[in-house]
């Protein structure tokens, strides 16, 4: 398997979207199962419904094995000095506060994020099916992927979109008062909130220590606009602690 394009940084970039790519493959894997699922929350089969959830944990655990992979081909510096700046936006970019003017096309500059994981219609995808809900409070993160689905292709969010009209999984766990279904339903949350603790490692390896690094030995550089902020244009850590968090909280209590 192999790029179509690269980027400066030499392998550093084909690393980066290769276990990308692998990652979104492991768990994408567990799609399929998806129409089961609603089938048998719709005929009250707890049995399938628990296998078919244990398939999509399976899965998700798969694409966090992958997401290791990371380390051996992927370094921080190369990451941040260089790949980074390709992946980043103008929009959230106090460098390009009113955007960015394509001459010729139209008369109004445009601000669009960047590359951000939160594009992917796959973990969004199962935040739906599990019945995990960003918190309101947090607006900036509902909000943000809220956004982010304008990224993506028409039929990945017309995708997202059905789901959300389907039968809530989530209700139906708890409906059924059944402790070995509920323990089931939170391997499966628990799978997403592993890779998303483990993408809050990452971020803090890759991006927000060569950021604090990078000020050290750089004094006269602005104060940390490349530490808190991720190629979306979010504040990175704050955004993943609060996705994670509220992943988290979708954790069903024992009965």
């Given at each position: 398997m192999d790029i179509l394009?690269?980027?400066p940084g030499g392998d550093c970039g084909k690393g980066f979207f290769l276990i990308s790519l692998l990652v979104e493959i492991e768990a994408a894997?567990?799609?399929k199962v998806i129409p089961t699922i609603f089938k048998a929350v719709q005929n009250q089969d707890r049995?399938?419904?628990q296998k078919a959830l244990l398939d999509i944990t399976s899965c998700l655990q798969k694409a966090l094995e992958v997401f290791h992979q990371i380390h051996e081909y992927v370094d921080p510096d190369l990451f941040f000095n260089v790949l980074r700046i390709y992946l980043s936006g103008w929009k959230?970019?106090?460098k390009m506060p009113e955007g960015l003017l394509y001459e010729g096309?139209?008369?109004t500059p445009k601000m669009f994020a960047g590359?951000?994981?939160a594009q992917s219609s796959i973990f969004q995808c199962f935040d739906v099916l599990l019945g995990i809900q960003h918190s309101s409070d947090e607006a900036s993160s509902a909000e943000f992927l809220q956004e982010m689905r304008t990224y993506m292709p028409p039929a990945h969010q017309k995708f997202l979109h059905s789901l959300e009209s389907k039968p809530s999984v989530r209700e139906f766990v708890l409906s059924e008062g059944d402790d070995s279904l509920q323990a089931i339903y939170n391997k499966c949350v628990d799978a997403m909130?592993?890779?998303r603790n483990y993408h809050l490692q990452i971020v803090a390896k890759y991006i927000v220590i060569p950021a604090r690094q990078s000020k050290n030995t750089q004094p006269s550089e602005e104060p940390s606009e490349s530490e808190n902020k991720g190629t979306g244009g979010t504040d990175v850590m704050k955004f993943l602690k609060s996705v994670r968090d509220t992943t988290k909280s979708a954790l069903l209590k024992e009965i």
């Open positions: 394009f690269s980027f894997s567990a799609i049995d399938t419904l959230g970019n106090a096309f139209w008369d590359g951000s994981a909130v592993s890779l």
